[in-house]
């Protein structure tokens, strides 16, 4: 089994900055993509961004430019830099780690609240 533990989330205005951070742990990893999903208030999830343990990655349109996407994979942890942040960046921001088996696990969420 694997736990994800999620820590960044906070209230700042707009235009301030978060970094958010999964760390994941529980058993070996070798290979893995983690990913960073939000949900704002009665919406849907979405996939904010992506990064495979071999450093690809990739952003959702909306974001590209303010967010950046880093990982660590001696500490199996990713993190969302995000910057320039808007009101509609408002969410709970969920992480999500699929290993090579194919197996997915989910973070417990932080929240996100950006202020105008």
């Known amino acids: 089994q694997v736990q994800l533990a999620e820590s960044g989330g906070g209230l700042v205005q707009a235009g301030g900055s978060l970094r958010l951070s999964c760390a994941a742990s529980?058993?070996?990893?070798?290979?893995?993509?983690m990913a960073w999903y939000r949900q704002a208030p009665r919406s849907s999830r979405i996939l904010v961004g992506s990064?495979?343990?071999?450093?690809?990655?990739s952003l959702r349109d909306s974001v590209q430019g303010r967010f950046a996407l880093s990982r660590d994979n001696a500490k199996n942890t990713v993190y969302l830099q995000m910057n320039n942040l808007k009101p509609e960046d408002t969410a709970v921001y969920y992480c999500?780690?699929?290993?090579?088996?194919?197996?997915?696990?989910w973070g417990q969420g932080t929240q996100v609240t950006v202020s105008s």
């Open positions: 999500n780690l699929r290993d090579s088996r194919g197996s997915t696990f």
């Open positions: 529980g058993r070996d990893l070798d290979r893995w993509t």
């Open positions: 990064i495979t343990s071999a450093g690809a990655a």
